[in-house]
């Protein structure tokens, strides 16, 4: 009997809760308060939340479980993990930008491994791809430079300096080079170009990202292709040499943009 009692009560409770949770007055008066804390005001749609930070991990379980009915908790919940990436972002440790920051943006892909892989199977694709990572992880990590995303057999890093990305790129393409495969020698090719993109969860976006993909596409087999942007940041740089690519166009490029094969002149 007992039991029943306060199994009873603790429905009303639930009950309760939900009603005062979920009043227009008190959502209302927690958006507002949102929308003064520092950080990303729609923290907790899938873009924002898509990366793999504990913020963001937090917030896909959050918005999982309350997205059924408007929710004073959620938006509370909400509201504190926006404040932690804010702070986390702050402090540096999130790996973000927000826009204002300068970076170089390095693609890359293998050439012709859609074909191949079609001829391999599967077993031999994947094992491939996991060769070809570490390869060019480290080679990014140690450049100072961060995986931002994996795309199928392609990569996306950014760096601080378009000196590393560029000097990435090469020993990138370099390590790939001797990878061998039951006879199979991958080649890959990849595109620099600065910009500051948007961040959003653990993507960037914008015109530039958008724009180093574009150059990283027109590159052949073991070649880096550099934007003129970027190699207007390397003259100071005496172990590369550069000739432009005159026929350029890409839809998504710059009409105007000038784009450099980069190539390495110490060997």
């Not at 809760?17 to 507002?32: H, K």
């Amino acid at each position: 009997m007992r039991t029943d009692v306060a199994r009873q009560r603790l429905a009303r409770f639930a009950d309760r809760a939900r009603e005062v949770d979920g009043r227009p007055g008190l959502l209302t008066a927690v958006r507002a308060v949102r929308r003064r804390l520092p950080g990303d005001r729609s923290y907790g749609d899938p873009l924002s939340v898509a990366g793999d930070a504990p913020a963001q991990q937090l917030g896909r379980r959050l918005s999982a479980v309350t997205a059924r009915r408007p929710s004073a908790l959620r938006e509370a919940g909400l509201g504190a993990l926006q404040v932690w990436q804010a702070l986390a972002e702050s402090q540096g440790r999130a790996g973000r930008v927000q826009g204002d920051h300068e970076l170089a943006i390095l693609f890359t892909d293998l050439v012709g491994f859609s074909e191949w892989s079609l001829e391999a199977g599967d077993e031999a694709a994947v094992e491939l791809l996991r060769r070809v990572g570490l390869a060019i992880e480290p080679v990014v990590t140690r450049a100072g430079g961060r995986v931002v995303k994996r795309i199928g057999d392609g990569m996306m890093a950014v760096f601080d300096s378009p000196v590393t990305a560029v000097a990435a790129a090469h020993d990138a393409c370099a390590a790939v080079s001797e990878i061998d495969l039951g006879g199979y020698r991958p080649q890959l090719r990849s595109g620099v170009h600065v910009g500051r993109p948007r961040a959003l969860g653990g993507d960037l976006f914008g015109v530039d990202v958008n724009v180093a993909a574009r150059v990283a596409d027109a590159a052949k087999a073991g070649e880096v292709l550099v934007s003129g942007p970027v190699r207007d940041r390397l003259d100071d740089d005496a172990s590369l040499t550069h000739r432009r690519r005159w026929r350029f166009k890409a839809k998504g490029a710059p009409r105007d943009l000038d784009v450099y094969t980069s190539i390495r002149t110490d060997g």
